[in-house]
């Protein structure tokens, strides 16, 4: 014989759905009151100087979009700031290499600059000394000595030509001074006149 499914259990199941239709009604028109509710906050914490406008209404997701606008933006400052901080650290960077590099190089032009001197100054007192001992050479063969030039500086104009043992004999003692010193010799300053005398007659080859 056969069974035919009972009435009452099929109301039984209906009436279960209904009930969690309703439940479920009731449960999101809560959440959508809790949404809609206003939040006793003052308007004026919305004020910013990054112009984010307020919430339209003090409700919680709005409020929630809201800050969350401003940890965008703040996060974009503080990038926008790493990258100004990180130009003026390179910046800084290559400023000191470049200032280095140039120092390095008035370093460089100077040491240049002095080998260039020394070289000189050595030429100019080996063409001294040949000078020097061309004259002993002309004085042996009773020659005229030549006049020798200074090595520092220029020879005054008024300072007395040099080209016999008379001529050293007649200068006085600052201009005994003044061609010693143009000639780069060493001399001791306390030295008496006719010492200096005797060392420029031999300098020049007489």
Known sequence: MARYPSRRGGRRRRRSSRIAEQGQQQQGQQEQGQQETLLPIDQELFENSV????????????VIEYQQQLSTIETQSRDANFKVAAALATSNVMDRIISRFERNMENNFRLVNTRLNDMNTNLNRFQLENRFAENRRRVALQLPPLQVPFIVGERPDNLPVVNTVADVSELNRDQIVEYLTGYGVDFDPNADDTDLRRLLMLTVGF
């Open 51 to 62: 112009n984010v406008p307020p919430p339209a209404q003090l409700t919680l997701p709005l």
